[in-house]
């Protein structure tokens, strides 16, 4: 069974820093992993997709990593700034013949202090 | 505007009560999908759809029931065989792999809380 897992739970850091956010999976036979945002009280918002056949993903000032076989995903985010502070949660489908189930991480809570 | 509607945002059930969450969407997806989230915790899958009729269990279908008639929509009924109900429920879509662009797009939620 596949198992997503994001750490840190919670990080906190001042305006203008970059920082990375860890993703990581326990079977790497997946289709694509996808990286969102979330608000309190709010939907997901999607922030970048990668395919498996892909090492990397920029929008803006995010860039998303994707190792597939060391089961790993990383996502960069550049001058951070306090309008970035939400959840960051990832997810992967799997590269079995239906694809359809998505398993989530349970997120960093991201706070960027003015 | 494309994108996934829920309603309601909030819906308040009272104890041995059935309620319906509404999901639709107009971006002409086949897979949909039902999320529940707990505070501090990540999405759990209770219900996923492929296709027009045809559904299948999450990891947490106990308490749950969902229809799919019509491809744009997809109900999720949570029984009052759902012993602990209370939580953000939601709901989301995509394309299956082979069809396009499989990137999933979520609704805002329902929170629902047992009174």
């Known amino acids: 069974k596949q198992e997503v897992t994001q750490i840190p739970a919670a990080l906190s850091v001042p305006e203008g820093e970059n920082l990375v956010l860890n993703c990581s999976f326990t079977?790497?036979?997946?289709?694509?992993l996808q990286w969102f945002r979330q608000d309190p009280g709010k939907g997901l918002t999607s922030l970048l997709l990668?395919?498996?056949?892909?090492r990397e993903q920029t929008s803006g000032r995010l860039n998303a990593s994707l190792d597939k076989s060391s089961g790993r995903s990383t996502l960069y985010i550049a001058a951070s700034q306090p309008g970035d502070s939400a959840t960051y949660l990832c997810?992967?489908?799997?590269?079995?013949?239906?694809?359809?189930?998505?398993?989530f991480g349970e997120g960093t809570q991201l706070t960027v202090n003015p | 505007d494309g994108g996934i509607t829920q309603s309601p945002k909030y819906l308040f059930r009272k104890e041995g009560q059935n309620v319906t969450l509404s999901c639709e969407q107009n971006?002409?997806?086949?897979?949909m999908y039902w999320y529940r989230q707990d505070p501090g915790q990540g999405l759990r899958l209770i219900y996923y759809?492929?296709?027009?009729?045809?559904?299948q269990k999450g990891d947490i279908a106990e308490g749950y029931s969902v229809s799919r008639e019509k491809k744009e929509s997809f109900p999720l009924t949570v029984t009052s065989a759902q012993k602990n109900p209370t939580a953000f429920y939601l709901c989301?879509?995509?394309?299956?792999?082979?069809?396009?662009?499989?990137?999933?797009?979520f609704g805002q939620g329902t929170r629902l809380t047992v009174v």
């Open positions: 759809s492929q296709i027009v009729n045809d559904f």
């Open positions: 079977d790497s036979a997946i289709y694509n």
């Open positions: 990668i395919q498996s056949s892909q």
């Open positions: 971006l002409n997806h086949d897979a």
């Open positions: 989301a879509s995509s394309n299956l792999p082979g069809q396009g662009a499989t990137e999933a797009f």
């Open positions: 997810a992967v489908r799997p590269k079995e013949t239906s694809g359809s189930r998505l398993t």
